[in-house]
């Protein structure tokens, strides 16, 4: 079975642009969420997905925003993007709230 | 809102050492997960606690889910430079909805 696959894996951006970012998961699965990692900041959450509805939503502003589609694979969006937002994205996929994330690679976003 | 917090944030061992990460929850978890990410990597699914007090072991990683589901442990016996990386806790509240992951510990091996 294949895993979670995220796409750009690498992605170099500049201040006040947009970026979007994909996330395919793992077949079956219909939950799918999006953590933002910083070194030293740990996993921040984003948020979650399941059958194309947010159901969570972690701290961020409104810059960032995503969707579910009807195959469940979820993209993320960040726009008017800012120094601070450099980060690797990961999206993690499992089968319900109860059950383990299975992550993929992720992305890393520079913004310059 | 929900907080889960990790200690210590990081720890260096000699190779043969034990190590012990802990993480404690503000409110009762349903159940814990947790996590280990490679430099790197991205996470990789270790194990999940459920039950009030349970204990689970993998070879010589032993995870501990205390009594009043609010706290939890991970330890390592004898590490190896193969231990290496980032271990997270993530607790499952299911009136929030929603997981939430410690800051994790990172573990240095010296062989």
């Known amino acids: 079975k294949a895993g979670v696959t995220q796409t750009p894996r690498y992605l170099i951006k500049t201040r006040g642009q947009q970026v979007t970012l994909s996330c395919s998961p793992i077949?079956?699965?219909?939950?799918v969420s999006w953590y933002q990692q910083t070194p030293g900041q740990g996993l921040q959450f984003l948020f979650e997905y399941f059958s194309e509805t947010q159901r969570n939503k972690g701290n961020f502003p409104g810059r960032f925003s995503g969707r579910q589609f009807s195959n469940s694979r979820s993209e993320m969006n960040v726009s008017t993007l800012e120094l601070g937002d450099s980060a690797l994205y990961l999206c993690a996929s499992s089968l319900g709230r109860v059950n383990e994330q299975f992550f993929g690679p992720g992305t890393r976003l520079t913004v310059l | 809102g929900q907080q889960v917090m990790q200690i210590p944030q990081y720890q260096h061992v000699q190779e043969g050492e034990d190590f012990t990460t802990y993480c404690n929850s503000s409110?009762?978890?349903?159940?814990i997960q947790w996590y280990k990410q490679r430099p790197g990597g991205h996470p990789v699914f270790l194990i999940q606690l459920v039950k009030s007090g349970e204990v689970k072991k993998q070879k010589r990683l032993t995870f501990q889910f205390g009594e009043a589901k609010k706290n939890s442990s991970l330890h390592i016996t004898a590490t190896q430079t193969t231990d290496v990386g980032t271990y997270f806790c993530?607790?499952?509240?299911?009136?929030?909805?929603?997981?939430?992951f410690g800051d994790g510990t990172t573990l240095t091996v010296k062989p």
């Open positions: 409110t009762t978890l349903s159940n």
């Open positions: 993530a607790g499952l509240n299911t009136n929030a909805g929603k997981s939430t």
């Open positions: 077949s079956g699965h219909r939950s």
